[in-house]
């Protein structure tokens, strides 16, 4: 297999570090070197050529390959079964629907969140519960890092320079979960895009950090959605007309499940619910003009329409804990967009 790719020397693994440090390649943790077997390995488990291009980023006019996929999954610490779901999300990255040039840049510091659903997650045992978005999972924890790699070195994202996040949040080192499929009181998130249950898929979606609640209180899904739209009402999006993921654990699962309630019901409910008033924001300096009486009767919902709202099944069993995760920005930016695996 030829590769293209400029080749770098090292004494020993340390000074290889220091190589790649010295470069500007890593995201200040210790890398994998890039070595021609590693990178072979990645393509031929991925069944993809080294020239392959995978993405074309129009605003930069960069050109993903395959082999510079690749070289980044071995430095993220990616096994090579991993690299066909990292290949995926470049994909996904790449369509005009996603905008990758506007959460890439933003001062508001969207990160690239991976779901991953279909038997592929379980193969390759990517985390859906305990610790659902913390440490402690290969899978997870490298495959996410691959693409914020990729990001970094391939298409210029580098904090300060492409990458103009005012705070940022964890995200942006890693953010990738499956779906608890077994547990979930729902089909798969991805069959919502056309997909059957048994194939592989990965979604994409421009994000802020998760924002938790906490409701043990509740034994009605009623109950338990007010406590998220009452969060939700005013986050750091509202009015945007962004998307938004649900995410929800174990203990809120069964209130849903017990209850009968469908995905759908879960939108509608939140859709119809979680509304602030032109005046709230306005008080709360989210929205601009002067303060009017008829802006107390004025409502915004959180979201355009119900399906905007990204319903997932993930998290521990125990323990009265969900959370929402806002769209980095409107719409119109940036969608969040699933391909196959």
């Not at 914020?148 to 996040?165: C, S, T, W, Y």
Request: include cysteine; charge should be neutral; proline fraction near 6%.
């Amino acid at each position: 297999m030829e590769l293209t790719s400029r080749t770098h020397s090292a004494d020993d693994y340390a000074a290889a570090q220091e190589l790649c440090e010295a470069q500007g390649w890593t995201d200040g943790l210790p890398v994998i070197p890039a070595t021609r077997e590693r990178i072979t390995a990645m393509l031929e488990a991925a069944k993809l050529a080294p020239g392959t291009q995978l993405a074309f980023i129009e605003d930069r006019q960069v050109r993903v390959t395959a082999e510079k996929v690749a070289i980044n999954a071995v430095m993220a610490g990616c096994k090579p079964e991993y690299m066909p779901v990292v290949a995926a999300a470049i994909r996904a990255m790449g369509d005009k629907r996603f905008g990758y040039h506007g959460p890439a840049t933003s001062t508001n510091g969207g990160a690239i969140f991976l779901l991953v659903n279909g038997p592929v997650a379980r193969r390759l045992e990517i985390n859906a519960g305990d610790n659902l978005f913390g440490p402690g999972f290969r899978a997870n924890a490298t495959i996410g890092r691959a693409i914020r790699l990729v990001m970094r070195n391939v298409m210029g994202n580098k904090p300060g320079e492409l990458d103009k996040a005012c705070l940022g949040h964890g995200g942006k080192y890693s953010y990738c979960i499956a779906e608890d499929e077994a547990g979930s009181p729902w089909p798969p998130f991805h069959t919502t895009r056309g997909f059957s249950p048994e194939q592989d898929a990965v979604t994409v979606f421009a994000a802020l950090a998760p924002d938790q609640y906490y409701n043990q209180l509740s034994s009605t899904p009623e109950g338990l959605l007010a406590t998220l739209c009452a969060q939700m009402r005013i986050s750091s999006t509202t009015g945007w007309r962004a998307e938004y993921a649900l995410v929800f654990a174990g203990e809120h699962q069964a209130v849903l499940r017990n209850a009968g309630w469908s995905r759908e019901d879960v939108q509608r409910y939140v859709w119809e619910n979680c509304r602030a008033s032109a005046a709230e924001l306005k008080r709360a300096s989210m929205r601009g003009g002067e303060l009017k009486p008829e802006d107390e009767g004025k409502f915004f919902p959180i979201v355009e329409q119900p399906q905007d709202l990204l319903v997932i099944a993930a998290g521990g069993k125990a323990g009265a804990q969900s959370c929402f995760i806002p769209g980095w920005a409107a719409k119109s930016l940036s969608l969040s967009v699933t391909v196959p695996v």
